[in-house]
């Protein structure tokens, strides 16, 4: 019997999200689909908790029945092959571990881990027993992590006494089993924004973007959604580091407030440029048949 991808092999690629429901469409699963949609890869969705929540902060989160996440991951998983796998917020300790052994099963699928401990306003969504199972069950597994700067600290658990370098946390972060770690510096006191991809011999990239004016909702979940469908369309890790970071940074740029909290990136910014055809120095939207084939 042909497989599907015997049968038409310029399908976009598939990228499966595990992550929460954010009801805004800010942040969680939403911001995933949106983000993997506009880069040219189709998503396909399991949802790990159900939240309260608006563009101001997180008021309830209930996580779904373990079994039930399984059950959505490997159904999917039996039906079409993935490109790439990306986490997001799990909601509970028996989550993190469901994930875990379904993952194990397809080491050699990319996958990228943005670790959602707190909201934008600080709602913790991660305790401690979740951190530790992270630590032992998801970061040996993972290809890339994405943790802001405050998150790679508390995830680092260094012994230190004084407050870790953030070299010295990827270096702890990578000896625990993670291939590659970009910590974001959106929350360092830095005129601009330092994003600095580590891996095992240290520092592979150093990226400098304009520090934009407001806070934004939902943009750790676009920049790991948007490394997740480059390595999905083919490109190695450090050029999809690259490439996800740009497409964020113009998301921010082009963000808008319908609410009363924080702004929201606009993942199709592209969309609503002012130009009909795109300018030669802005290249359209990678589109999945010029960067992938199954």
């Given amino acids: 019997m042909s497989s599907p991808t015997d049968q038409d092999p310029d399908f976009p690629p598939l990228v499966m999200t595990f992550a929460a429901s ?25 949802l790990t908790a159900i939240t309260v ?23 999917l998983l039996e039906d079409m092959p993935i490109d790439a796998f990306k986490i997001g917020a799990l909601g509970s300790v028996e989550n993190i571990a469901a994930i875990a052994e379904i993952l194990s099963d397809y080491p050699d699928v990319p996958l990228v881990l943005d ?20 630590r032992e069950l998801l970061l ?29 946390c990827a270096q702890r972060l990578v000896e625990i089993g993670c291939e590659f770690v970009l910590i974001t510096g959106t929350h360092e006191s830095t005129p601009q924004v330092m994003n600095t991809l580590y891996g095992k011999n ?13 806070t934004y909702h939902g943009s750790g979940c676009t920049l790991a959604s948007a490394i997740a469908a480059m390595l999905a369309n083919g490109l190695e890790l450090p050029e999809a580091v690259r490439e996800a970071q740009d497409y964020t940074w113009h998301t921010l740029q082009k963000a ?16 609503r440029e002012e130009e009909a055809e795109p300018r030669v120095e802005d290249p359209a939207p990678p589109q999945a048949s010029n960067l992938h084939r199954h």
């Fill in 115 to 134: 670790p959602v401990l707190a909201s934008g306003r600080g709602d913790e969504l991660a305790n401690d027993e979740m951190l530790h199972a992270m």
């Fill in 202 to 214: 240290g520092v592979v990239r150093t990226d400098t973007w304009q520090r934009l004016p407001g």
């Fill in 22 to 46: 954010d009801p805004s469409g800010g942040a969680g699963i939403q911001a995933d689909i949106l983000t993997l949609a506009s880069m040219g890869c189709h998503p396909l969705s399991v």
């Fill in 256 to 271: 808008y407030r319908p609410g009363m909290g924080q702004m929201l990136p606009d993942r199709l910014f592209w969309a």
């Fill in 140 to 168: 040996p597994q993972t290809t890339i992590l994405t943790p802001n700067s405050l998150e790679a600290r508390r995830l680092a658990d260094t012994d230190d006494e004084e407050e870790p370098s953030l070299s010295v």
């Fill in 53 to 75: 929540q608006d563009t101001m902060g997180v008021e309830a989160l209930q996580a779904i029945d373990a079994d039930w996440v399984a059950d959505q991951a490997r159904c």
